[in-house]
């Protein structure tokens, strides 16, 4: 039996009124997400919990943990970020039907960046937590995990190509901060020393490299030309690429619903 001392709250948005509330067993990693009529959060302590977003009713069984991503879905998939159970250190995108949270699919294996990772953050960087956590672009995913940034085919559950941070010529010693993003037609993505990377969604080149001389640990958001991003200190850091058209990530994960999938 799963202890579960956290609760999910569901909110009336005009009046803060309470709608439902349900129990899960340890702190959410980033933020729930709605689609259709579930709402699907994956905790600290790696489970998957899928509650009716009508009435907070558990809709499927826990899935049995080692999560270690919030969950992005897109059509018929769950699709998260998962410890292999045999093979320490590593881990792989598993795929699930969002219906039943049956079983659908696992990727290849990655290096995953710390054992502990998860288990050392603070309630705000638990809120923030985004390593490992696929992204959805024009019907392929891409995922970071630890010094490598790997674009997959979803129909086959085959990589297609890895950017590997050891390999880079400057990057040997680098890790990506936090899940990529989509910007212009380009994937962003950004490693822990502050360099932000586009590149080439198709061939997995990298383009152009931002530096933005600071340390970071979470997703930078891109608007208008301009990076925008928390620093490991505290501090604000923004950044003007001089490209306008260079917009369209504006908050955490995206938008308000907090689901990466852009078709």
Request: net charge neutral.
């Amino acid at each position: 039996m799963i202890e579960k001392p956290y609760a999910v709250i569901c909110f009336e948005l005009k009046t803060g009124a309470i709608l439902w509330q349900n129990r899960i067993d340890s702190e959410p990693l980033g933020s729930p997400v709605a689609c259709g009529n579930s709402v699907y959060i994956t905790t600290s302590k790696g489970y998957l919990h899928q509650f009716d977003n009508t009435n907070g009713k558990v809709h499927c069984p826990v899935k049995n943990g080692g999560f270690t991503s919030p969950p992005t879905i897109s059509g018929e998939f769950v699709y998260l970020s998962r410890r292999s159970p045999d093979k320490p250190g590593q881990v792989r995108i598993e795929a699930f039907k969002t219906a039943s949270l049956a079983s659908a699919g696992s990727f290849p294996l990655m290096k995953y960046g710390s054992e502990n990772e998860i288990s050392g953050l603070t309630p705000s960087e638990l809120m923030n937590y985004s390593n490992g956590r696929p992204l959805v672009f024009k019907g392929r995913i891409y995922a970071i995990s630890g010094k490598s940034l790997t674009c997959y085919d979803p129909a086959k559950y085959t990589s297609l190509w890895t950017i590997d941070l050891s390999l880079k010529s400057g990057m040997e010693a680098e890790e990506f901060a936090a899940m990529p993003a989509t910007v212009n037609q380009k994937i962003v993505a950004s490693t822990r020393s502050g360099k932000v990377l586009v590149v080439d969604p198709v061939k997995g080149a990298i383009e152009t490299v931002y530096d933005l001389e600071t340390t970071m640990k979470y997703q930078a958001v891109v608007n208008d030309g301009w990076i925008y991003a928390g620093s490991k200190e505290g501090k604000l850091i923004s950044y003007n690429t001089g490209n306008p058209a260079f917009t369209g990530w504006p908050m955490w994960s995206l938008n308000a619903a907090h689901n990466p999938v852009v078709e």
